[in-house]
């Protein structure tokens, strides 16, 4: 992954999603990551960015993945931002390795 640091977008995805907007949505944390010991917020299993897009989105927050998605991937943060506002929860890239 280019542009934004994995790490830190991984500790801001942990802290968003234990805000009351995602955590109204009613998804579990094992949708979207392995639990760790001790934890449910082990490893992410889908691509980071494409979750920080759709957080960013439901939580009104600036996304700094959503313009590099975008030209990477053919306007996927564009895609991902709409079913958000949309209120979908679209299928997220599995995170490779």
Known sequence: MSGPDRTAVEAKLVDWYQRPGIRAKGWAPNLFWTPGEGTPFGRVKVEPCE????????????????????AEAGGRGTFLAANARRHELPLLTRREG
């Open 51 to 70: 979750l920080e897009v759709l957080f960013a989105t439901i939580l009104g927050e600036p996304s700094e993945c959503k313009e590099r998605l975008d």
